[in-house]
Protein backbone atom coordinates (compact mmCIF):
# COMPACT_ATOMS: atom_id res chain seq x y z
CA UNK A 1 0.00 0.00 0.00
CA UNK A 2 1.11 3.48 -0.88
CA UNK A 3 1.95 6.06 1.22
CA UNK A 4 -0.41 9.44 0.71
CA UNK A 5 1.30 12.48 0.00
CA UNK A 6 1.49 14.75 2.98
CA UNK A 7 1.29 17.91 0.27
CA UNK A 8 -0.06 19.13 -3.27
CA UNK A 9 1.65 21.12 -5.73
CA UNK A 10 0.63 24.37 -5.87
CA UNK A 11 -0.03 24.47 -9.07
CA UNK A 12 -2.80 21.79 -8.67
CA UNK A 13 -4.11 23.50 -5.59
CA UNK A 14 -4.70 26.68 -7.92
CA UNK A 15 -6.01 24.75 -11.06
CA UNK A 16 -8.70 23.74 -8.68
CA UNK A 17 -9.42 26.73 -6.97
CA UNK A 18 -9.99 28.38 -10.94
CA UNK A 19 -12.56 25.41 -11.35
CA UNK A 20 -14.83 25.98 -8.52
CA UNK A 21 -14.63 29.68 -9.17
CA UNK A 22 -15.11 29.69 -12.43
CA UNK A 23 -17.99 26.80 -11.99
CA UNK A 24 -19.61 29.08 -9.71
CA UNK A 25 -19.47 31.96 -11.78
CA UNK A 26 -20.57 29.74 -15.45
CA UNK A 27 -23.76 29.06 -12.71
CA UNK A 28 -24.42 32.42 -12.30
CA UNK A 29 -24.03 33.30 -15.81
CA UNK A 30 -26.03 30.45 -17.27
CA UNK A 31 -28.79 30.07 -14.49
CA UNK A 32 -27.62 26.18 -14.93
CA UNK A 33 -27.22 24.72 -11.05
CA UNK A 34 -26.16 21.49 -12.23
CA UNK A 35 -22.73 23.29 -13.37
CA UNK A 36 -22.40 23.29 -9.74
CA UNK A 37 -22.25 19.67 -9.30
CA UNK A 38 -19.09 19.47 -11.59
CA UNK A 39 -16.28 21.16 -8.89
CA UNK A 40 -18.58 18.88 -5.88
CA UNK A 41 -18.45 15.70 -7.47
CA UNK A 42 -14.47 16.22 -8.01
CA UNK A 43 -14.41 17.53 -4.44
CA UNK A 44 -16.14 14.82 -2.84
CA UNK A 45 -14.04 12.12 -4.81
CA UNK A 46 -10.84 13.78 -3.83
CA UNK A 47 -12.33 13.81 -0.28
CA UNK A 48 -13.39 10.27 0.05
CA UNK A 49 -11.19 8.14 -2.79
CA UNK A 50 -8.30 10.52 -3.06
CA UNK A 51 -8.75 11.21 -6.81
CA UNK A 52 -9.33 14.35 -7.76
CA UNK A 53 -9.99 14.59 -11.43
CA UNK A 54 -9.18 18.12 -11.86
CA UNK A 55 -5.98 17.66 -10.15
CA UNK A 56 -5.53 14.73 -11.98
CA UNK A 57 -5.98 16.32 -15.41
CA UNK A 58 -4.18 19.32 -14.00
CA UNK A 59 -1.20 17.07 -13.11
CA UNK A 60 -0.41 15.61 -16.59
CA UNK A 61 0.42 19.78 -17.51
CA UNK A 62 3.41 20.09 -14.48
CA UNK A 63 6.33 20.50 -16.43
CA UNK A 64 8.77 19.79 -13.03
CA UNK A 65 8.22 17.10 -10.78
CA UNK A 66 5.76 17.53 -8.22
CA UNK A 67 8.25 18.04 -5.34
CA UNK A 68 9.82 20.90 -6.86
CA UNK A 69 6.65 23.26 -6.90
CA UNK A 70 5.76 24.85 -3.40
CA UNK A 71 4.13 22.48 -1.30
CA UNK A 72 0.53 22.89 -0.03
CA UNK A 73 -0.19 20.80 3.14
CA UNK A 74 -2.43 18.05 2.16
CA UNK A 75 -4.39 18.48 5.42
CA UNK A 76 -5.13 21.84 5.25
CA UNK A 77 -6.67 21.50 1.77
CA UNK A 78 -8.91 18.52 2.75
CA UNK A 79 -9.79 21.31 5.47
CA UNK A 80 -10.88 23.73 2.85
CA UNK A 81 -12.21 20.95 0.18
CA UNK A 82 -14.89 19.96 2.93
CA UNK A 83 -15.78 23.73 3.34
CA UNK A 84 -16.15 24.26 -0.41
CA UNK A 85 -17.96 21.25 -0.69
CA UNK A 86 -20.79 22.23 2.15
CA UNK A 87 -20.78 25.39 0.16
CA UNK A 88 -21.22 23.91 -3.54
CA UNK A 89 -23.95 21.32 -2.34
CA UNK A 90 -25.91 24.13 -0.17
CA UNK A 91 -25.61 26.42 -3.29
CA UNK A 92 -27.03 23.48 -5.49
CA UNK A 93 -29.39 22.34 -2.90
CA UNK A 94 -31.09 25.81 -2.57
CA UNK A 95 -30.95 26.29 -6.50
CA UNK A 96 -33.00 23.46 -6.63
CA UNK A 97 -35.23 24.32 -4.19
CA UNK A 98 -35.24 28.13 -5.82
CA UNK A 99 -34.59 28.96 -2.36
CA UNK A 100 -32.26 31.90 -4.70
CA UNK A 101 -31.12 34.43 -1.74
CA UNK A 102 -29.31 31.33 0.34
CA UNK A 103 -28.08 29.55 -2.88
CA UNK A 104 -26.14 33.11 -4.21
CA UNK A 105 -25.20 33.42 -0.44
CA UNK A 106 -23.41 30.04 -0.34
CA UNK A 107 -22.06 30.16 -3.67
CA UNK A 108 -20.72 33.95 -3.26
CA UNK A 109 -18.68 32.43 -0.17
CA UNK A 110 -17.25 29.70 -1.66
CA UNK A 111 -16.10 31.56 -5.00
CA UNK A 112 -15.02 34.53 -2.93
CA UNK A 113 -12.93 32.19 -0.63
CA UNK A 114 -11.40 30.57 -4.45
CA UNK A 115 -10.78 33.60 -5.42
CA UNK A 116 -8.83 35.36 -2.59
CA UNK A 117 -7.05 31.72 -2.59
CA UNK A 118 -6.25 32.44 -6.05
CA UNK A 119 -4.51 36.01 -5.08
CA UNK A 120 -2.64 34.42 -2.26
CA UNK A 121 -4.76 35.11 1.08
CA UNK A 122 -6.55 31.13 2.34
CA UNK A 123 -9.78 31.71 4.24
CA UNK A 124 -9.82 27.88 5.04
CA UNK A 125 -6.17 28.64 6.23
CA UNK A 126 -7.64 31.71 8.16
CA UNK A 127 -10.23 29.61 9.65
CA UNK A 128 -8.30 26.39 10.39
CA UNK A 129 -5.89 28.56 12.45
CA UNK A 130 -8.12 30.23 14.61
CA UNK A 131 -9.90 27.02 15.66
CA UNK A 132 -7.00 25.45 15.96
CA UNK A 133 -6.06 28.22 18.60
CA UNK A 134 -8.70 28.35 20.38
CA UNK A 135 -8.59 24.47 20.90
CA UNK A 136 -5.39 24.78 22.14
CA UNK A 137 -6.46 28.01 24.59
CA UNK A 138 -9.35 25.75 25.59
CA UNK A 139 -6.97 22.77 26.59
CA UNK A 140 -4.56 25.07 28.87
CA UNK A 141 -7.64 27.10 30.58
CA UNK A 142 -8.48 23.60 31.69
Known amino acids: ?3 SPTSIPRPLVR ?3 WFIFLSVTATWLTGQAWILL ?3 IAG ?3 MFFNFNPVMRVAALFLKKKPSEY ?4 KDQQQFNQLIAISLLAL ?3 SYTLNWTGLALAATAMV ?3 SFIAILGFCVGCFIRFRWQQYRYQKTQNQ
Do not use: H, R, V, W
Request: net charge negative; hydrophobic share 50%.
Open 1 to 3: MTK
Open 15 to 17: TNQ
Open 38 to 40: LPL
Open 44 to 46: LLG
Open 70 to 73: IPED
Open 91 to 93: GFI
Open 111 to 113: AAA
